[in-house]
């Protein structure tokens, strides 16, 4: 079923769920089609895990660049200098622009979707769990502010990468250089 899965998120980072067709995954990849509905249950089965194991990967390739901040900061100094390029990053730049569709687009689907939004809810919470500990590793360094809960900092920086994402598609988006210098400033305001 992994390589069914595999073929179905190759197909959706590619272009809509409508094209995916089940026998043509089926044949793609060797896999009886009965097999395909036993295991996911239906074609909607199949997409939601596979927008599922998109969505995770997605987080877990972002959540390993915070990795380095708990594991080798030891000054505020140290701390501005990993976290201004990650946080400029994870929301700015044309490389990361089609990651961040595609995972609003996930999140918007799981919005119609309740067996989606169970599936991907656990790695949103986790995304969100692990960015309020790396906020209240900063907090009990006295490096950020202290009076913003640290779930609201995680959600904060959630925001900002759907924010940008919204502003991708503007007829008129701001420009990189600007978005830039607006978060850091924004980022310097939140530190203590």
């Known amino acids: 079923m992994q390589a069914v899965l595999e073929a179905v998120a190759e197909r959706l980072m590619a272009g809509d769920e409508m094209l995916i067709r089940i ?21 909607e089965g199949v997409i ?15 959540l390993r660049m915070f990795q380095q901040v708990n594991e080798t900061v030891q000054s505020l100094d ?3 200098s990993v976290m201004q390029p990650i946080v400029a990053t994870l929301s ?15 999140a918007a689907a799981a919005s119609t979707r309740p ?3 169970v599936l991907i809810g656990t790695s949103q919470a986790r995304l969100t769990n692990d960015l309020a500990r790396l906020t209240e590793f900063a907090q009990e360094r006295q490096w950020l502010r202290d009076d913003v809960p640290a779930a609201f900092f995680a959600v904060l920086f959630q925001i900002l990468i759907f924010g940008r994402s919204l502003d991708d598609i503007s007829n008129n ?8 210098s607006s978060l850091n400033i924004l ?4 530190l203590k």
């Open 23 to 43: 026998p043509e995954i089926c044949e793609a990849t060797g896999v009886n089609y009965g097999s395909v509905y036993h295991h996911f249950g239906s074609r």
């Open 48 to 62: 939601d895990a596979a927008y599922d194991m998109i969505f995770t990967q997605l987080v877990d390739e972002d």
């Open 78 to 80: 140290e701390y501005i």
């Open 92 to 106: 700015s730049g044309p490389e990361r622009r089609g990651r961040r569709a595609l995972r609003m687009r996930i």
């Open 115 to 117: 067996d989606l939004s």
């Open 173 to 180: 988006p701001i420009d990189e250089t600007v978005w830039g």
């Open 187 to 190: 980022f310097m305001e939140l």
